[in-house]
Structure formats: C-alpha cells, structure tokens
C-alpha cells in the first residue's frame, strides 16, 4: 500500500523557517520523481516543487521561487521542502506525491503550515 506521511508544519511568524519531512512507503521510492504541492483555504491544491529521482533536477512555481528548496534522501525514502521567508500567502496544507503519468495515489493527511504574526 502506497504511503505519504507528511510532517513539520506549524505556526510562524512571516520571514521565518520550516522544513517538511514527507516518508514514503509500499513502492520504490527511487525510481519516481517527487512532488510538494499545497492547498490554501478556499483554493484549489497548487504545485509547489518538483524534484527528479536523483536530486539533479528540480523546478519550483512562481511564488517560491528563490525561496522554498526540495530535496530527497532515496536512502530513507523521504523528500523534503526547505521554506525560507515564509509570507502569509504560503498557508495552507501541504503535502507530497509521487510523479507519474499513469499512476493514481491517494493524498497523505498533509501537515498544517500557518504564516501569521
């Protein structure tokens, strides 16, 4: 059975720090490029990062650009978001996933990331 288990979120003030941990189980982890993506209240989910099965490669939308950082350990199945000079518009829930073109996975609970003073 395919897992997603995110984690890491909270509550910070804007300009400060998060990482999210997501691990991964019940497929080779390895051998698929990961995604972030992350859903704020009352909008639909949006991709945030994008990173390929080795780390060479990765791409980020527009909003956190210079700011947000993925990465992945294939080791411990994980893959991370580094989110730096975080902004109110960055709340939301955030999650991970797999990147295929023929696969269908059900989405992890996510982990609660708030912006707020």
């Known amino acids: 059975q395919v897992q997603f288990v995110e984690s890491g979120g909270g509550l910070v003030q804007p300009g400060g720090s998060l990482r999210l941990s997501c691990v991964s189980s019940?497929?080779?982890?390895?051998?698929?490029?990961m995604r972030w993506y992350r859903q704020a209240p009352g909008k639909e989910r949006e991709l945030v990062a994008h990173?390929?099965?080795?780390?060479?490669?990765?791409n980020y939308g527009d909003s956190v650009k210079g700011r947000f950082t993925i990465s992945r350990d294939n080791a411990k199945s994980t893959v991370y978001l580094q989110m730096n000079s975080l902004k109110p518009e960055d709340t939301g829930v955030y999650y991970c996933?797999?990147?295929?073109?023929?696969?269908?996975?059900?989405w992890g609970q996510g982990t609660q990331v708030t912006v707020s003073s």
């Open positions: 996933m797999r990147y295929s073109a023929y696969i269908t996975d059900n």
């Open positions: 019940g497929f080779s982890f390895s051998s698929y490029p």
């Open positions: 990173i390929t099965t080795i780390g060479g490669i990765t």
